[in-house]
């Protein structure tokens, strides 16, 4: 067992019980994730319980921004993030609950912060949805750019200043970005 995968085991806590209609849930968002998952793309996500799949370790690809104990900001390209399905899910999220951001521990982001991430989450949402929302969150094209209103003011005033190199990772998640290109039509009759 990976030490990494025990860590976010015991954060986690024992498995939960879950109703049919839960574990249902689970297992097609499971199983939605696991064939999007076939193409290589930037997510190698790891399902940490053989019974339900309520627990799981996602290892994004996408590029992001850590901050440096001397303040230096760079690029990194490795995150993973500790998901955790509760009973009452279908019902309830929340987030602080569900989500973990694991490494790297110095993450910089206005979303995140001492492993909290600070996203929008509803009842029912898919892993899959999730896990794009999480590398929009990672890659800067998600941000809170109000002190106000973010677990890290110093990267929401970082980000407002350096809005031109944002976002630092607009790759898809999954296979390969489209470039489509719309001309006029000629006169149409």
Same mark, same amino acid.
């Given at each position: 067992?990976? !030490? =990494?995968?025990?860590?976010?085991?015991?954060?986690?806590?024992?498995?939960? /019980?879950?109703?049919?209609?839960?574990? /249902?849930?689970?297992?097609?968002? %499971?199983? #939605?994730?696991?064939?999007?998952?076939?193409?290589?793309? $930037? =997510?190698?996500?790891?399902?940490?319980?053989?019974? +339900?799949?309520?627990?799981?370790?996602?290892?994004? !690809?996408? %590029?992001?921004?850590?901050?440096?104990?001397?303040?230096?900001?760079?690029?990194? #390209? %490795?995150?993973?993030?500790?998901?955790?399905? $509760?009973?009452?899910?279908?019902?309830?999220?929340? %987030?602080?609950?569900?989500?973990?951001?694991?490494?790297?521990?110095? !993450?910089?982001?206005?979303?995140?912060?001492?492993?909290?991430?600070?996203?929008?989450?509803?009842?029912?949402?898919?892993?899959?949805?999730?896990?794009?929302?999480?590398?929009?969150?990672?890659?800067?094209?998600?941000?809170?750019?109000?002190?106000?209103?973010?677990?890290?003011?110093?990267?929401? !005033?970082?980000?407002?200043?350096?809005?031109?190199?944002?976002?630092?990772?607009?790759?898809?998640?999954?296979?390969?970005?489209?470039?489509?290109?719309?001309?006029?039509?000629?006169?149409? +009759?």
């Amino acid at each position: 067992m990976d !030490a =990494l995968d025990e860590r976010i085991r015991v954060m986690a806590g024992p498995e939960p /019980d879950f109703d049919a209609v839960m574990s /249902d849930f689970l297992g097609n968002s %499971r199983d #939605e994730l696991r064939e999007r998952c076939r193409v290589p793309g $930037l =997510l190698d996500a790891v399902d940490l319980d053989e019974k +339900t799949p309520w627990l799981w370790r996602l290892n994004f !690809a996408t %590029r992001g921004l850590v901050r440096d104990d001397d303040g230096t900001i760079q690029t990194v #390209e %490795r995150h993973v993030v500790a998901v955790r399905f $509760l009973p009452d899910y279908l019902r309830h999220v929340n %987030r602080f609950e569900m989500l973990a951001l694991i490494e790297p521990q110095n !993450a910089f982001h206005p979303n995140l912060r001492d492993g909290h991430i600070c996203l929008e989450v509803y009842p029912g949402e898919p892993l899959l949805e999730i896990c794009e929302a999480l590398h929009a969150l990672l890659g800067w094209r998600l941000r809170q750019l109000a002190e106000n209103d973010a677990l890290n003011p110093a990267a929401c !005033a970082w980000g407002r200043a350096h809005l031109e190199e944002l976002p630092i990772d607009p790759r898809p998640l999954f296979g390969r970005s489209l470039a489509i290109t719309l001309e006029p039509m000629e006169n149409a +009759t």
